[in-house]
Nanobody
């Protein structure tokens, strides 16, 4: 349903762009988001996007460095990550929700579909 890719190894200060292609029931999603989970830590919210109007939300830790966007024609979501830091190292997951309110976009329990995750490693 969701296929994430684009992770890799990058030096601090570098950039990566993650992609998340959707298929099946995820076509009906009203919002999609990115979460990440670092080793030994809980999964945390990164960014979310309203699919109909493109309104975006970001975690404070990534504001000004990461940009979430969409391509409606390709039904694909992106996460452009700039000025990467070692603390951004994590497995990044994309997710889609069929009905969350955007005020709830930070909660992983509000998402119905999850991609398999893509590893981002930022070296110092």
């Amino acid at each position: 349903q969701l296929q994430a890719c684009g992770g890799g190894l990058v030096q601090a200060g570098g950039s990566l762009r993650l992609s998340c292609a959707a298929s099946g029931r995820t076509f009906s999603s009203v919002a999609r988001g990115w979460f990440r989970q670092a080793p030994g830590k809980e999964r945390e919210f990164v960014a979310a996007l309203s699919w109909s109007d493109g309104i975006t939300y970001y975690a404070d830790s990534v504001k000004g460095r990461f940009t979430i966007s969409r391509d409606n024609a390709e039904n694909t979501m992106y996460l452009q990550m700039n000025s990467l830091k070692p603390e951004d190292t994590a497995v990044y997951y994309c997710a889609a929700s069929l009905g969350l309110r955007l005020s709830e976009c930070w909660s992983d329990r509000k998402y119905d579909f999850w991609g398999q995750g893509t590893l981002v490693t930022v070296s110092s």
